[in-house]
């Protein structure tokens, strides 16, 4: 094709992009189904892990856990259960013989089940030989949230290389070992999701927290650049959707501070609401989420603001040390726990 009518055809397909997506604006896109699919999410047993579990609990995707800590997966693995058979009652206490609506009798309640492991996802070992056993104890994954993450609370200068190696592990690396351990039958079967649970801060940065930025500036690179590869593999039944969300009160950030005039109009995401946002992108097989919509806002700032301009703005807004009050409160508690143990 002629370069110059090529470009034309380029120059309409972008706009014609940007038309598609002011429409999902206006008009919001049917949600898919996932009843019956194999969904494994990792980080399952707290915060946003537990409540992407209960979420494709409800829409009856058959779950599979992945946490460090055995107790708190069989926690969230009850609660699953728990809705499984809420929905089960409620199947029960319909009336027989009328006729269902399709994707509610797509697969039998008595079939829906959770699975839990025990994985370390920032070995590589762990995760190879974890996901050996799901592929032969459950099946194929279908859906995957990779979302297990950690952060350190230490200044640069203050953190053991371990802890700096261990946050890259799991927030970044981890991401590579299990999309490679599912991506090879989602490419045979041109079917599945892969989903990138980042941050905020792998869009933009502040201080005291290099290590955390730098792996989820990692695990943004290495989503984008998957989603790139699968488009030209075009292998268009595997979805991608990246999940950046500002900072979420879990407990993993906590005294964590801006400004104290502007936190009002900013404050930390509720996990319900953060995790309800990122399942409407994902069933809608949106790319990308950013929560809340300021946050598109401040990556575009952040790209074509001098640097000097970006200071001013961090220090006037209080995110320049927003990150401090936590990091003291995590030296404290350090310095408690050693003075219990006699340290």
């Given at each position: 094709?002629?370069?110059?009518?090529?470009?034309?055809?380029?120059?309409?397909?972008?706009?014609?992009?940007?038309?598609?997506?002011?429409?999902?604006?206006?008009?919001?896109?049917?949600?898919?189904?996932?009843?019956?699919q194999v969904c494994l999410i990792t980080g399952a047993g707290s915060g946003l892990g537990r409540l992407f579990a209960l979420e494709f609990a409800r829409r009856r995707a058959l779950l599979v856990l992945w946490d460090i800590n055995t107790q708190s997966n069989e926690e969230t693995a009850g609660m699953v259960r728990h809705i499984y058979r809420e929905m089960a009652e409620q199947a029960a206490a319909a009336a027989p013989g009328v006729a269902g609506d399709g994707e509610k009798d797509a697969l039998p309640?008595?079939?829906?089940?959770?699975?839990?492991?025990?994985?370390?996802?920032?070995?590589?070992?762990?995760?190879?030989?974890?996901?050996?056993?799901?592929?032969?104890?459950?099946?194929?994954?279908?859906?995957?949230?990779?979302?297990?993450?950690?952060?350190?609370?230490?200044?640069?200068?203050?953190?053991?290389?371990?802890?700096?190696?261990?946050?890259?592990?799991?927030?970044?690396?981890?991401?590579?070992?299990?999309?490679?351990?599912?991506?090879?039958?989602?490419?045979?079967?041109?079917?599945?999701?892969?989903?990138?649970?980042?941050?905020?801060?792998?869009?933009?940065?502040?201080?005291?927290?290099?290590?955390?930025?730098?792996?989820?500036?990692?695990?943004?690179?290495?989503?984008?650049?998957?989603?790139?590869?699968?488009?030209?593999?075009?292998?268009?039944?595997?979805?991608?959707?990246?999940?950046?969300?500002?900072?979420?009160?879990?407990?993993?950030?906590?005294?964590?501070?801006?400004?104290?005039?502007?936190?009002?109009?900013?404050?930390?995401?509720?996990?319900?609401?953060?995790?309800?946002?990122?399942?409407?992108?994902?069933?809608?097989?949106?790319?990308?989420?950013?929560?809340?919509?300021?946050?598109?806002?401040?990556?575009?700032?952040?790209?074509?603001?001098?640097?000097?301009?970006?200071?001013?703005?961090?220090?006037?807004?209080?995110?320049?040390?927003?990150?401090?009050?936590?990091?003291?409160?995590?030296?404290?508690?350090?310095?408690?726990?050693?003075?219990?143990?006699?340290?």
């Amino acid at each position: 094709m002629n370069i110059l009518l090529e470009f034309f055809v380029v120059t309409f397909r972008v706009l014609w992009a940007f038309v598609l997506a002011a429409a999902k604006w206006l008009v919001r896109p049917k949600e898919k189904s996932v009843a019956g699919q194999v969904c494994l999410i990792t980080g399952a047993g707290s915060g946003l892990g537990r409540l992407f579990a209960l979420e494709f609990a409800r829409r009856r995707a058959l779950l599979v856990l992945w946490d460090i800590n055995t107790q708190s997966n069989e926690e969230t693995a009850g609660m699953v259960r728990h809705i499984y058979r809420e929905m089960a009652e409620q199947a029960a206490a319909a009336a027989p013989g009328v006729a269902g609506d399709g994707e509610k009798d797509a697969l039998p309640h008595c079939n829906l089940q959770v699975y839990t492991y025990t994985c370390d996802v920032g070995k590589r070992e762990n995760v190879y030989s974890t996901a050996e056993r799901v592929r032969k104890e459950v099946g194929e994954v279908s859906v995957l949230v990779n979302n297990a993450g950690v952060v350190s609370g230490h200044h640069l200068l203050e953190c053991p290389d371990e802890l700096i190696e261990r946050t890259m592990m799991v927030n970044c690396h981890a991401h590579f070992w299990t999309t490679k351990a599912f991506l090879p039958k989602m490419l045979e079967m041109n079917h599945g999701h892969i989903v990138t649970v980042a941050s905020s801060l792998g869009l933009f940065s502040t201080a005291g927290v290099e290590d955390y930025c730098a792996s989820k500036f990692g695990a943004v690179g290495f989503h984008e650049s998957l989603s790139h590869e699968l488009k030209a593999a075009e292998k268009d039944g595997i979805k991608t959707t990246l999940v950046c969300p500002y900072l979420v009160d879990t407990g993993m950030f906590r005294g964590c501070r801006i400004r104290k005039e502007i936190e009002p109009f900013l404050p930390p995401l509720k996990p319900e609401y953060c995790v309800k946002q990122a399942m409407r992108a994902i069933l809608t097989d949106q790319p990308m989420i950013c929560t809340p919509r300021l946050m598109y806002m401040v990556t575009f700032m952040k790209s074509i603001l001098p640097f000097e301009a970006v200071v001013c703005m961090y220090r006037f807004l209080g995110a320049d040390k927003c990150m401090y009050p936590f990091i003291a409160q995590r030296k404290q508690a350090t310095n408690n726990n050693e003075a219990k143990n006699g340290i």
